[in-house]
């Protein structure tokens, strides 16, 4: 059931108060105490084509994988923090205050615009919306396919953590393939993966969205 929540004077992300930086210590933090650090373009690309160098072609699993892990420990402390703040489990957040959350996160920490699409949540499917998606916009030489696939990863360990089960998300669509936005949608891992191995560089965000929910 979801908690009452006074939320008239309880904005997590306040613009004045949500960071605050350090300029003796040179640390930016936070309103919760967690340490922020800006990545530059240069960095991300940087890292991108070191381990595609490195690994070759495992480096799109790799990158997932490391999206993932970081994804569930962000989730899982993002969430504490919340939770701290307004009193209350975020498992006991309204939807509407659970959303607004996560879209503010995304919008303050430079990862793009965020919307959530829970439609086909009753058919076991979840996609998200994502204007300015980070790689989308500084990778233009990945492709359609690979350019997102660090935040796909990111997406598919923070809702696994969110929805207490093994999740994971798939790219459908990126803006660095012409289209207006990214789009990711998120399922169950095994259905993932049955998909997974089905789509091709033709398959459509509609399509992908109707062989997870066929899927078994």
Request: hydrophobic share 40%; with cysteine; charged share 25%.
């Amino acid at each position: 059931m979801a908690a009452e929540i006074d939320l008239e004077f309880k904005d997590y992300y306040q613009e004045e108060l949500y960071m605050t930086a350090d300029v003796e210590t040179g640390v930016l933090y936070n309103r919760s105490g967690r340490r922020m650090l800006a990545l530059t373009d240069d960095f991300l690309i940087g890292l991108h084509r070191a381990l595609e160098k490195e690994c070759g072609d495992e480096a799109a699993a790799v990158i997932h994988a490391c999206g993932r892990k970081w994804g569930r420990k962000f989730g899982e402390g993002l969430t504490a923090e919340w939770s701290e703040f307004y009193g209350h489990s975020f498992r006991e957040f309204p939807l509407a205050l659970f959303q607004s959350l996560l879209i503010q996160e995304f919008a303050h920490n430079g990862w793009g615009i965020l919307d959530l699409h829970y439609e086909d949540f009753d058919k076991g499917v979840v996609w998200l919306s994502l204007r300015g998606a980070i790689m989308a916009a500084i990778r233009q030489d990945a492709g359609d396919s690979m350019t997102d696939i660090l935040t796909a990863g990111i997406l598919g360990g923070m809702y696994s953590y969110f929805l207490n089960r093994e999740v994971d998300c798939l790219q459908s669509q990126s803006e660095a393939g012409g289209h207006e936005e990214s789009r990711f949608v998120i399922s169950g891992k095994e259905r993932i993966e049955q998909v997974r191995g089905k789509i091709d560089s033709s398959a459509d965000h509609d399509q992908i969205v109707a062989l997870l929910i066929d899927a078994k």
